[in-house]
């Protein structure tokens, strides 16, 4: 905007020879312009109005000064050729020594703020039309903040009521909790007091804000950052109110990070951990990996609300229980968590107090998998292994641990492991081929009674399976079916690993 110092350094007024009789604020941006040279006018100004006079009809100028000091005037120009004596007054006033034409004066200011005016109507224009098509377009938070942080040339960060963020571009996350925490919420636009006074505006319906958007950083314009960043959160706040709620935005921003840092990625484990912890994970020496396998759901739409669900129960429990975890959907019926550890000799105990909350909370059958714990980046690596041993928990014959680690499976864990092993595959089926072609279902339930009762022939009739001579009848039929003998300890098994594989992978 056009402030009274541009005007002191406009040519037209340079050549009239200025000089300053009082400095008060050169800073101070004006609106308009108005030429008057008596008192009995001054009521006619709105406030920051550079005045022209020439005193003409002015009888005491003290008094003049004053009233339009009242008035709101931005800054007075005298035109007078003799030097003016006056109070000190606590707004800009500048004597002009030589004549000069009024009217070249407010032509180049009136042209200044004219073209200013025009390019801030321009520049509102255009970012209502970039966020009225983002909006339209269903542009989801993360390409809101993208589109904003390059609008701005700044970083910004939305973040939600607890300090944690949700959709950031440019910006750096170190110990971003704990700084945000220090920058209080506005319910305006604007700085706020703090350790970081930074830009702001609140995202969400008056009543119901969810979260902020921010730029932490320096500006040389706040004016136009400003009006941008109240856009950018209009248009947040519409795309929550189109089917997105807060958490949904926390777990989708976890999610995606797990995600990313699952694969190849190029950042060091500094910056993994500042991104971590930007999303809640708490900083600590030692991490435990562990993914939860959910019952199996009718349709993929019963699945994501039974994934929803349950990772709101994950964060009640992180709420209730202080502690800062990462978790999100590792993939479909299946939801990652890293616990943190103050030492590795605490897993254990973390993971049974977690486990058993999360029991008492979710009815349902759970299948939990633990991988070992280590470095934030050694336990991202461990949910691959984790998640593999959640898949083979639901079929063991008992499950009587709150959760199992690999060496927990035994043999279930090694044929799960090679179950792309072509060979394993083919022995196998070639083992149980008697029961196979055609399929004897009857038989492979009879088989694997027979096997967990490791042979046991009475132990078995016992068990309320058959009459002992139905039994032997049966089993007899069994053995010829598989050409081998069952009574044979090999036999019992090849015929065991045989079957585990078939259950695991057909």
């Known amino acids: 905007m056009l402030t009274v110092r541009d005007v002191l350094n406009l040519p037209v007024v340079q050549e009239a020879g200025p000089r300053l009789l009082s400095e008060a604020d050169l800073g101070v941006e004006l609106r308009w312009v108005h030429v008057t040279e008596s008192e009995s006018n001054v009521d006619l100004l709105f406030g920051r109005e550079l005045v022209l006079t020439t005193l003409r009809n002015v009888v005491d100028l003290d008094d003049f000064l004053g009233s339009l000091r009242a008035a709101g005037a931005a800054a007075v120009i005298i035109e007078h050729p003799t030097p003016l004596a006056m109070q000190a007054l606590d707004i800009p006033v500048i004597q002009l020594e030589r004549t000069v034409r009024f009217v070249a004066i407010t032509e180049v200011i009136h042209q200044l703020l004219v073209g200013q005016q025009l390019e801030a109507l321009?520049?509102?224009?255009?970012?209502?039309?970039?966020?009225?098509?983002?909006?339209?377009?269903?542009?989801?938070?993360?390409?809101?903040?993208?589109?904003?942080?390059?609008?701005?040339?700044?970083?910004?960060?939305?973040?939600?009521?607890?300090?944690?963020?949700?959709?950031?571009?440019?910006?750096?996350?170190?110990?971003?909790?704990a700084r945000s925490r220090f920058v209080g919420f506005l319910e305006h636009t604007g700085r706020a007091a703090g350790a970081e006074s930074w830009l702001q505006t609140p995202v969400g319906a008056a009543r119901n804000r969810w979260g902020r958007l921010i730029i932490p950083a320096e500006l040389q314009d706040d004016a136009n950052a400003a009006l941008v960043l109240e856009r950018a959160g209009q248009a947040l706040t519409i795309a929550r109110l189109s089917g997105r709620d807060q958490r949904e935005?926390?777990?989708?921003?976890?999610?995606?990070?797990?995600?990313?840092?699952?694969?190849?990625?190029?950042?060091?484990?500094?910056?993994?951990?500042?991104?971590?912890?930007?999303l809640g994970l708490d900083a600590a020496p030692y991490y435990v990996p562990l993914v939860i396998s959910l019952p199996a759901a009718s349709t993929p739409t019963d699945m994501q609300l039974a994934e929803r669900a349950a990772l709101e129960i994950v964060d009640q429990l992180a709420d209730g229980l202080h502690l800062g975890l990462l978790s999100g959907s590792l993939?479909?019926?299946?939801?990652?968590?890293?616990?943190?550890?103050?030492?590795?000799?605490?897993?254990?105990?973390?993971?049974?107090?977690?486990?058993?909350?999360?029991?008492?909370?979710?009815?349902?059958?759970?299948?939990?998998?633990?991988?070992?714990s280590g470095s934030l980046g050694e336990a991202l690596a461990g949910l691959e292994q984790a998640a593999h041993v959640a898949q083979i928990v639901p079929h063991l014959p008992t499950r009587a641990q709150p959760y199992y680690r690999f060496a927990d499976l035994r043999l279930r864990g090694v044929l799960s492991a090679m179950g792309a092993d072509a060979r394993l595959r083919s022995f196998a089926h070639t083992e149980l081929a008697g029961l196979l072609n055609p399929l004897d279902e009857q038989g492979l339930e009879l088989l694997g009674r027979y096997l967990e009762h490791g042979g046991n022939k009475s132990a078995l009739a016992k068990a309320g399976y058959l009459s002992r001579p139905a039994l032997y009848a049966r089993l007899a039929k069994l053995e010829a079916k598989l050409g081998v003998r069952l009574d044979s300890a090999e036999s019992r098994t090849s015929l065991q690993v045989a079957l585990l594989y078939y259950q695991l992978h057909g």
């Open 331 to 372: 993939k479909p019926g299946f939801l990652a968590v890293i616990l943190p550890l103050r030492a590795r000799e605490l897993a254990d105990a973390a993971l049974q107090g977690f486990t058993r909350r999360l029991a008492e909370q979710i009815t349902a059958p759970l299948a939990v998998g633990v991988g070992d």
């Open 122 to 177: 321009q520049f509102s224009r255009s970012v209502h039309e970039l966020y009225t098509e983002l909006s339209l377009s269903e542009a989801d938070e993360q390409q809101i903040v993208m589109r904003t942080a390059a609008l701005l040339d700044a970083p910004v960060v939305l973040e939600d009521v607890r300090h944690l963020v949700l959709a950031h571009a440019r910006a750096p996350l170190d110990d971003w909790v």
């Open 249 to 278: 935005l926390l777990y989708q921003a976890r999610t995606s990070l797990l995600h990313e840092l699952q694969g190849a990625h190029g950042h060091s484990e500094a910056d993994v951990a500042v991104r971590a912890q930007s």
